[in-house]
């Protein structure tokens, strides 16, 4: 393996790369000198292709000045899909690490010869996986997604969903506006979070830190696994795991349903149709935050409007941007987010790769990597 930067069991000091001007050369030898060694070959370049090439150039430099940086281009909207020009092509050709955004990289997924680990900034992979040719072999190189950071992100946008809704903020801010001070009603008469059930489909990294937040505040949580599990992978703060096959049986149990499954073959369309029947008794509130094709517009629609669940709350849809005739927009059962719930900061995305490119060096196991079959 090739000499890298200095591991160490030191949490990295990332407030380091926020000091000013005037301190931050000071600041940055600190570091370098907690978790830095003398370098005793040249390491491998990584090659920058996504919009946040210049933040990430800036970060990764201040975290290993040795470590060579290129960027190949940064000009790219966060969602949209781009394709490469002539120019980006032969850049990438000799690109052995490539840091980049998933939704770039159909067009140049046959097209790398030297590439071996490219690394996602997107914690879902499936803008890319969706355009693997079938007629030829999978990639040779190793993909690795954003992990272990959305967690914390994710289980904020849930609970604050869960405690507004139990709370009525809304109706409060109407009240507000009004000038109106009533106390009656579902005012008065809402749900403690203890009373309460969440089931949580996909209990990875990110559904287990929702599930921690969930019991935190007393809530009983279920959460559904594709198999089962042995004890010691199990969370401590999942009362009940259950299988894909029994997933009617958490509809039927649980006061809201949260989707934080990836799509794949196995999860697209698994809401369709009229499992969500199974929430009619409990009147459950929908959310998503995995990914939108786990069910379709039509299903939700009639979701809502059957009295299946009394609410739905959307960060992800199956066409993104939603479109402005989409009837979801006009459902006052549904509340939109664009796409927001958890984002990919430069500073988090600088130290989960900084910390895998020590791993590569090294010669030892990535973390986060996904399998071109199965897509997780």
Known sequence: PRASCLSTSRPLQFDTLFCS????????????????????????????????????????????????????????????????????VNALQEAEILLMDPNLMPPLMYHLPNL???????????????????????????????????????????????IARERRFHTQ??????????REGELHNYRPLPMLSVGILGVGDIGKEIARCCKTFGMT????????????????????????????????KCDYVCNVLPST????????????ENCRERKSVFINVGRGDVINEETLVTAIQAG?????????????????????????QVTITPHVA?????????????????????????KYTVSWNSGY
Request: net charge neutral.
């Open 21 to 88: 001007d005037s301190v931050s050369k000071v600041c940055c030898q600190q570091f370098r000198a907690q978790t830095h060694r003398p370098m005793a070959s040249r390491l491998p370049a990584v090659h920058l292709y996504t919009h946040m090439g210049e933040s990430l150039r800036e970060l990764l430099h201040r975290l290993c000045p040795e470590m060579p940086l290129k960027i190949v281009r940064t000009d790219f909207d966060t969602l949209v899909p781009s394709d490469p020009t002539p120019e980006d």
């Open 116 to 162: 071996k680990w490219m690394q996602s900034t997107w914690a879902g992979v499936d803008s890319m996986l969706k355009h693997l040719d079938k007629t030829k072999p999978l990639p040779s190189y190793t993909l690795t997604r954003f992990g272990g950071v959305f967690g914390p992100a994710m289980a904020e946008y849930v609970l604050s969903n869960i």
């Open 173 to 182: 801010w109407e009240n507000q506006a009004k000038g109106v001070w009533y």
């Open 221 to 252: 949580v279920w959460g559904m696994v594709r198999s089962e599990l042995t004890q010691d992978r199990r969370s401590p703060h999942v009362d009940h795991y259950r299988q894909f096959a029994e997933l009617p049986e958490i509809l039927q």
């Open 265 to 276: 073959a196995e999860t697209k369309g698994l809401l369709n149709g009229n499992i969500m």
């Open 308 to 332: 299946w669940i009394s609410h739905a709350v959307l960060d992800v849809f199956e066409t993104e941007p939603l479109p402005a005739t989409s009837k979801l927009w006009k459902m006052p």
């Open 342 to 366: 958890a984002i990919t900061l430069p500073v988090q995305m600088a130290e989960m790769f900084y910390h895998n490119y020590q791993r590569y060096v090294k010669g030892e196991g990535l």
